[in-house]
């Protein structure tokens, strides 16, 4: 079931096109979460992906799936911290943003905006949605674009057509594993 899901919401960060994705599993089944979590984390680790509870709630377990290169890479960029430093961060490796994310995650209800970042958007999306309060924008795909059109309607396409590809794929009998791009080499 999990690894289902992680197809359906993941597959363009398990093909290492995007940063991170994210995903709730139901309340009624988070139970089980634990050891098939560890069971996927322990597979997928050597292509560098993760798997995490980032919120636990009446709805469900709020999961996110991330490449820790790719994540590593979002936060070394000193524009990206000058805005998470407005939001409270005070730490950018990787552990420490994932901590401060998930302490903002449970006091509010919905989404913090920095957490575009972590899903690997253009950081001018990021600035542009926070400055413009999710108004203005120029085309609302994936994401709320405040930038480049061009460049976000081709990823808008890339990310469903590797979506369509990886679940015909999983339905199939293809392994998550299988699935799952390696990290490439630094």
Not at 92 to 106: H, K, P, Y
Not at 129 to 158: D, P
């Amino acid at each position: 079931m999990l690894e289902k899901l992680m197809v359906q919401h993941g597959a363009p960060t398990l093909a290492g096109l995007k940063t991170g994705s994210l995903f709730t599993v139901r309340a009624d089944t988070a139970g089980a979460l634990g050891p098939e979590m560890e069971r996927i984390n322990q597979t997928l680790a050597r292509k560098g992906v993760r798997l995490t509870v980032m919120r636990q709630g009446k709805q469900g377990v709020l999961l996110y799936l991330y490449r820790e290169a790719l994540l590593t890479q979002c936060l070394a960029c000193p524009k990206a911290q000058s805005l998470l430093r407005e939001c409270g961060y005070r730490n950018f490796s990787v552990q420490n943003a994932l901590d401060t994310l998930r302490e903002r995650l449970q006091r509010q209800e919905g989404f913090p905006h920095e957490i575009g970042l972590f899903l690997g958007y253009p950081l001018p999306d990021v600035a542009g949605f926070m400055r413009n309060q999710g108004r203005n924008c120029l085309l609302c795909g994936c994401w709320k674009v405040y930038g480049e059109e061009e460049k976000a309607m081709h990823a808008f396409a890339q990310y469903h057509k590797c979506t369509g590809i990886y679940t015909k794929r999983f339905q199939t009998g293809s392994s998550l594993e299988k699935l799952t791009v390696a990290a490439k080499p630094a």
